[in-house]
Nanobody, 119 residues
Framework: VQLQACGGGLVQAGGSLRLSCSAS????????MAWFRQAPGKERDVVAT???????TTYADSVKGRFTISKDAKNTLYLQMNSLKPEDTAVYFC??????????????WGQGTLVTVSS
């Protein structure tokens, strides 16, 4: 599975961005796709995950109510980000083939797209 993320950019605080991640293949229904982010000098943290089957979506507490993860029938993954804050500034990565919220469980990764939120 190959992943290609895009949609990052510079936005003012309070603004919105939509990230996309196209996938060349599909992983099993028991796995999840996810968005992670990594700020300079920090670890890579989960933002949101979505099941390839019928399981629920999950969100980090810091983005609940502001971000929405979704995917379409072609397994293109999206992250709608609203009410952005400067602390959301990071490189965002899409991932596939995982089973939880730890980056260690995800087998496939996109190249990352930079989101910068100015105050």
């Amino acid at each position: 599975v190959q992943l290609q993320a895009c949609g990052g950019g510079l936005v003012q605080a309070g603004g919105s961005l939509r990230l996309s991640c196209s996938a060349s293949g599909r992983t099993g229904s028991s796995t999840r796709m996810a968005w992670f982010r990594q700020a300079p000098g920090k670890e890579r943290d989960v933002v949101a995950t979505i099941s390839m089957g019928t399981g629920p979506t999950t969100y980090a507490d810091s983005v609940k109510g502001r971000f929405t993860i979704s995917k379409d029938a072609k397994n293109t993954l999206y992250l709608q980000m609203n009410s952005l804050k400067p602390e959301d500034t990071a490189v965002y990565f899409c991932a596939a083939g995982g089973i939880g919220t730890s980056p260690k469980t995800y087998a496939y990764w996109g190249q990352g797209t930079l989101v910068t939120v100015s105050s």
